[in-house]
């Protein structure tokens, strides 16, 4: 691609290197063949680090969470990601920039590695032994999967939700290039494909990885799995409104005794905050995870995974709350309020005071824990967390639901359901209407702060709503004078992303996004 994409993000995934898993690699990719598995293995080591950055980060994560229905701002805040907020964002926004180079950046390196191993000499078993050339092969399957999430997750933020009547529209999709040719003839730039080239790309790259991925799956896996292939492949399904295929893998993977969802108050208190060690908080409990990529220190991750919700340093207000209606989506005995949410005593800038819950989902200790802890970091000691069980079981329910199959749909959501609510009764469903309107509320209550919650709205087709504060005087609703403070109709040209504006010059082949 572009070097105005690529090289910068090599710097980026470079900061993220540790241990075994992330041994440093290399600043830039080098033109010359890989002539070892130990080569091989450095690449590799890149791919995971460029995942660590992407996922639970603000660009990612935070930013469309803030732009849902989901938060309130608190009076006086620090203006961090307003734009986002108020939908006023444009083609120069620094999230978004970060996105599309992320993920550039990582479709990059996995093209360097791919065409690396097809032009690969492996005939000397002194260099190439038979262990070797099976590391070489995961690896080459661990590219085919990281360029399949990256084309994924650029479809999901800068393409509208895909249906076939718009499918085969020009300029629908994903500008990308699938052989690593850095190039400084702007005329060797690709274009935008359509939606449906686009996921083509994307499932083709899968069945790739399949190929070359031999590993099953283990809960809470440092590596990309089999089964990992497969929870992306669900995810990939369910987008595309394929919900036969979103049904038959995503209900295979939640029936595997593999993976077991957190059970019980010490469970899911475990799956997010972990406990203390060595000085640090470790998740060792977890296993929801299909794939958790791993951190040794605090520092290793991404230092704004939940800043927005939680005070900065003690005495400090959080920029954005949960609204009224997110808290009010849990009913008495779901054990997620006790991890997901705390009470904080808020003050804000005009004086008024309250007792409100803010999102408490990353770190137990927040600005308390912060205020004797040495490392700023050390609030967010959350390893990311790629996949979880959780998501099939809810992508089954949906698509059962879809499918008209209400019995097999009720099935997961009950089961799912009954690992969060003590005393769980399990529920029955007149229609797929009702089925349906359980695992939307479901979604939102699971996956709060997980980046989620704007693009269901989007993939539902429904208006973006946000939510009635818990108090009122306590919030910034700017430009809105109702209560739920924003209303905008799904189709609203800001529900996609637009490219940024850097890439348009320096490419134009590339169409903009419309209203941009």
């Given at each position: 691609?572009?070097?105005?994409?690529?090289?910068?993000?090599?710097?980026?995934?470079?900061?993220?290197?540790?241990?075994?898993?992330?041994?440093?690699?290399?600043?830039?990719?080098?033109?010359?063949?890989?002539?070892?598995?130990?080569?091989?293995?450095?690449?590799?080591?890149?791919?995971?680090?460029?995942?660590?950055?992407?996922?639970?980060?603000?660009?990612?994560?935070?930013?469309?969470?803030?732009?849902?229905?989901?938060?309130?701002?608190?009076?006086?805040?620090?203006?961090?990601?307003?734009?986002?907020?108020?939908?006023?964002?444009?083609?120069?926004?620094?999230?978004?920039?970060?996105?599309?180079?992320?993920?550039?950046?990582?479709?990059?390196?996995?093209?360097?590695?791919?065409?690396?191993?097809?032009?690969?000499?492996?005939?000397?078993?002194n260099v190439f032994d038979k262990d070797g050339i099976a590391k070489v092969k995961n690896i080459k399957g661990e590219a085919f999967f990281v360029r399949a999430w990256a084309l994924s997750e650029l479809a999901k933020f800068f393409c509208q939700d895909y249906e076939e009547t718009i499918a085969d529209e020009e300029n629908s999709g994903v500008s990308y290039q699938i052989k690593y040719n850095p190039s400084m003839d702007e005329s060797t730039y690709p274009a935008r494909n359509t939606l449906r080239q686009t996921y083509k790309q994307i499932t083709d790259d899968l069945d790739s990885a399949e190929v070359y991925i031999t590993k099953?799956?283990?809960?809470?896996?440092?590596?990309?799995?089999?089964?990992?292939?497969?929870?992306?492949?669900?995810?990939?399904?369910?987008?595309?409104?394929?919900?036969?295929?979103?049904?038959?893998?995503?209900?295979?993977?939640?029936?595997?005794?593999?993976?077991?969802?957190?059970?019980?108050?010490?469970?899911?208190?475990?799956?997010?905050?972990?406990?203390?060690?060595?000085?640090?908080?470790?998740?060792?409990?977890?296993?929801?995870?299909?794939?958790?990529?791993?951190?040794?220190?605090?520092?290793?991750?991404?230092?704004?995974?939940?800043?927005?919700?939680?005070?900065?340093?003690?005495?400090?207000?959080?920029?954005?709350?949960?609204?009224?209606?997110?808290?009010?989506?849990?009913?008495?005995?779901?054990?997620?309020?006790?991890?997901?949410?705390?009470?904080?005593?808020?003050?804000?800038?005009?004086?008024?005071?309250?007792?409100?819950?803010?999102?408490?989902?990353?770190?137990?200790?927040?600005?308390?824990?912060?205020?004797?802890?040495?490392?700023?970091?050390?609030?967010?000691?959350?390893?990311?967390?790629?996949?979880?069980?959780?998501?099939?079981?809810?992508?089954?329910?949906?698509?059962?639901?879809?499918?008209?199959?209400?019995?097999?749909?009720?099935?997961?959501?009950?089961?799912?359901?009954?690992?969060?609510?003590?005393?769980?009764?399990?529920?029955?469903?007149?229609?797929?209407?009702?089925?349906?309107?359980?695992?939307?509320?479901?979604?939102?209550?699971?996956?709060?702060?997980?980046?989620?919650?704007?693009?269901?709205?989007?993939?539902?087709?429904?208006?973006?709503?946000?939510?009635?504060?818990?108090?009122?005087?306590?919030?910034?609703?700017?430009?809105?004078?109702?209560?739920?403070?924003?209303?905008?109709?799904?189709?609203?040209?800001?529900?996609?992303?637009?490219?940024?504006?850097?890439?348009?010059?320096?490419?134009?082949?590339?169409?903009?996004?419309?209203?941009?």
């Open positions: 691609m572009m070097k105005k994409i690529l090289f910068p993000f090599m710097a980026l995934a470079l900061t993220f290197a540790s241990c075994d898993m992330d041994k440093e690699p290399y600043d830039s990719l080098p033109d010359g063949a890989i002539t070892s598995p130990q080569e091989f293995e450095g690449f590799s080591n890149g791919l995971y680090s460029g995942l660590r950055s992407c996922v639970y980060s603000t660009s990612f994560s935070n930013a469309p969470d803030i732009q849902g229905d989901e938060f309130n701002a608190i009076s006086g805040y620090s203006n961090a990601l307003s734009y986002m907020y108020m939908w006023t964002f444009n083609s120069n926004a620094s999230e978004i920039d970060n996105v599309y180079a992320n993920c550039h950046g990582l479709i990059s390196r996995s093209n360097y590695i791919i065409d690396r191993y097809n032009t690969c000499d492996m005939s000397n078993p099953g799956g283990e809960a809470d896996s440092k590596y990309i799995t089999a089964d990992v292939v497969n929870a992306l492949r669900a995810r990939v399904a369910l987008a595309m409104d394929d919900y036969t295929t979103a049904a038959q893998i995503a209900s295979a993977l939640a029936d595997k005794s593999t993976y077991t969802l957190a059970k019980g108050l010490s469970d899911i208190r475990n799956m997010w905050w972990g406990h203390e060690g060595n000085g640090r908080t470790i998740n060792d409990t977890d296993k929801e995870s299909l794939l958790r990529i791993y951190t040794e220190y605090p520092s290793e991750v991404a230092s704004q995974t939940g800043k927005e919700f939680q005070p900065y340093m003690k005495g400090g207000i959080p920029d954005y709350v949960p609204t009224k209606d997110v808290i009010d989506l849990y009913a008495a005995k779901d054990m997620r309020t006790q991890v997901y949410f705390t009470n904080a005593d808020v003050t804000s800038s005009a004086g008024t005071s309250g007792k409100i819950k803010i999102l408490n989902k990353y770190k137990e200790y927040g600005a308390v824990y912060y205020s004797s802890s040495p490392s700023e970091y050390s609030r967010w000691m959350v390893m990311p967390k790629v996949f979880r069980i959780a998501e099939m079981y809810l992508i089954a329910a949906e698509a059962y639901a879809k499918l008209g199959n209400i019995t097999e749909g009720a099935k997961y959501l009950n089961k799912f359901e009954a690992s969060r609510i003590q005393n769980y009764k399990s529920q029955t469903f007149a229609n797929v209407d009702e089925l349906m309107n359980e695992v939307k509320k479901e979604r939102q209550r699971e996956f709060i702060g997980e980046g989620v919650r704007f693009f269901d709205l989007k993939r539902w087709h429904q208006k973006t709503s946000r939510g009635i504060p818990q108090q009122m005087n306590l919030c910034n609703l700017p430009g809105y004078s109702t209560t739920t403070g924003l209303n905008i109709n799904y189709g609203n040209n800001r529900y996609v992303w637009p490219i940024p504006q850097h890439e348009i010059d320096a490419n134009p082949q590339i169409v903009q996004n419309p209203g941009y």
